[in-house]
């Protein structure tokens, strides 16, 4: 064993592994047995070691003794020991291994198996003379088997809450491992993955006999795990999940990982026990190693791509009330509705804190019940483009120019007729009245506009009015500079603006009620569809 047991001392309040959690379990094993592991390495030391790999799933190490005798010391997968050995130590004595006493043996090996224990043989081989460079096959034959242990590796906490969570996500989970296939599936109903029906451990031996075709049934199929896999195996299923249009991630931690953490469309490595390459090799390094935190980072993504769509919704649906007042300038005899500057105190003054707000949205209620996007889906698609220009847009353009004409007709403005402008002050009352009705029925709007792009779907009151702090900042920073601009002397004078009274605020706060509840018409409608087609489907 390379690993090593660590006293309590300075900064270890408890005994601790340094070294393959694993190996550590053994050392604690012969602890408690009596034996002391770094006087027996002082004792024999290693003169070779072949070390483990995935395909042999055993290693082995030759000491010499100090009366001088050689033995080879082989730890690996029980029924790979139990198939190489001739013999069996009873009692300290090698007896010869006839299939009675091997059933007998590979029976327990399945039992502590299917209770979920992890379980390792051990076994033994003297030699005569020394082996030389001999290869691992010529080595680790004609064994004397000595037994083996079932170690309980229980599973992190919360892994069956983030398996559940997972599910619902409709992101699947599969367990590719080199356990004995009895613990694989043991373990998986432990924690969830898979259920108490039917379900297949899929070993890499049967994997390598199956075709591609057979391969990809089985993936589609019902449960399974995959067990006594090989790097080679998770490479090829990788590549088969990715050939049925799967987004596939995989976690690793070690040196044999590294292919399929390539492979992968999304590669995940341990950041506390995983190997230099295969956190080379992977996309994301796992600094805590708790499966867990993949789930959050899930639901972490999904809120940052959803609030990216809420943002650009809400720019879209302010810019057609900007550009209406201008094309019906173009086409029409009526006064300009909106100078530049204005335009310009919208779209760096009074917008930005909002916007920025809509991105750091908490997760909304119910985001990781929702199936994953297909990996063809733009964050920018039709139905953005028709939310915010076609929808929310038009809406709030034809409020604002409502609210324009609505004006000037009230001051006795008629279509045709030029605003003269007064002497003294180089502009018309009226139209500078009108100006500032445009003006503060796009800001007014773009509040609406706030609170409807918080869920594409969902009533802002489902979500919750004061779950963003920054929002309500944003707000109270908007309307604070809209007022300035209306009512301080010195601002209006450089702005172009007029006061307004309180007829034009109530039809300004009024057309932008209707937009608010046409929008949460919307959803609901929306809502309703989905719904139906969901009870159609199931």
Not at 169 to 197: K, S, Y
Not at 254 to 283: F, H
Request: aromatic share 8%.
């Amino acid at each position: 064993s390379t690993a090593a047991l660590l006293a309590p001392g300075p900064g270890r309040a408890t005994w601790s592994v340094a070294g393959d959690p694993t190996e550590g379990a053994l050392l604690v094993l012969a602890a408690k047995a009596g034996v002391d592991p770094e006087g027996a390495r002082e004792a024999s030391p290693p003169l070779r070691r072949v070390p483990f790999d995935s395909i042999r799933k055993r290693m082995s190490s030759l000491h010499r003794s100090p009366d001088g005798a050689l033995r080879l010391y082989i730890k690996g997968a029980p029924r790979e020991l139990l198939a190489r050995s001739t013999r069996v130590s009873r009692g300290g004595a090698p007896e010869p291994f006839d299939e009675a006493g091997r059933a007998a043996i590979a029976a327990r090996i399945d039992q502590a198996a299917g209770k979920g224990f992890r379980v390792l043989g051990f076994a033994y081989r003297d030699f005569e003379s020394d082996p030389g460079e001999s290869g691992a096959e010529a080595l680790e034959r004609e064994l004397t088997f000595v037994g083996f242990v079932a170690m309980h590796d229980p599973p992190r906490p919360g892994v069956e809450e983030a398996i559940a969570r997972c599910r619902e996500a409709g992101i699947r989970v599969l367990m590719l491992t080199g356990d004995f296939g009895p613990t694989a599936l043991a373990i998986a109903r432990r924690i969830g993955l898979v259920g108490a029906g039917p379900a297949r451990a899929v070993t890499g031996e049967q994997l390598a006999a199956m075709s591609d075709a057979q391969l990809e049934a089985e993936l589609t199929g019902g449960e399974l795990v995959f067990a006594r896999i090989s790097p080679e195996h998770k490479l090829r299923i990788v590549g088969r999940l990715q050939a049925l249009g799967e987004v596939v991630a995989v976690t690793g931690d070690g040196v044999n990982d590294a292919p399929a953490l390539r492979k992968a469309d999304i590669g995940v490595a341990m950041g506390l026990r995983g190997s230099d390459v295969a956190r080379e090799s992977a996309e994301m390094v796992l600094t805590d190693d708790d499966f867990s935190s993949i789930v959050a980072a899930v639901e972490e993504g999904r809120a940052v791509y959803a609030n990216l769509r809420k943002f650009i919704t809400y720019i879209f649906a302010h810019l057609v009330p900007e550009a209406v007042p201008f094309v019906l300038f173009a086409f029409l005899s009526i006064p300009v509705p909106i100078t530049v500057l204005l335009i310009l105190a919208i779209d760096l003054g009074t917008e930005t804190l909002p916007a920025l707000a809509l991105g750091v949205e908490r997760p909304e209620p119910g985001v990781m019940q929702t199936q994953p996007r297909a990996r063809t889906e733009h964050l920018v698609d039709r139905g953005v483009l028709a939310r915010g220009y076609g929808f929310l847009g038009l809406l709030n353009a034809a409020g604002v120019m409502a609210a324009y004409f609505i004006v000037l007709l009230r001051g006795g403005w008629s279509f045709g007729e030029q605003l003269e402008p007064n002497p003294a002050t180089f502009a018309n009352p009226l139209h500078l009245q009108a100006m500032t009705t445009v003006f503060c029925g796009i800001v007014v709007m773009q509040i609406a506009n706030l609170f409807a792009c918080r869920s594409a779907d969902k009533s802002v009151f489902e979500i919750g009015l004061f779950g963003n702090r920054l929002l309500w900042w944003g707000l109270g920073f908007e309307v604070a500079f809209m007022l300035a601009l209306v009512y301080v002397p010195a601002l209006q004078r450089v702005f172009g603006t007029a006061a307004l009274g309180p007829r034009e605020w109530a039809l300004l706060v009024g057309l932008a009620a209707l937009v608010f509840v046409a929008e949460e018409a919307r959803k609901r409608i929306a809502r309703a569809r989905r719904e139906r087609r969901g009870r159609s489907l199931g």
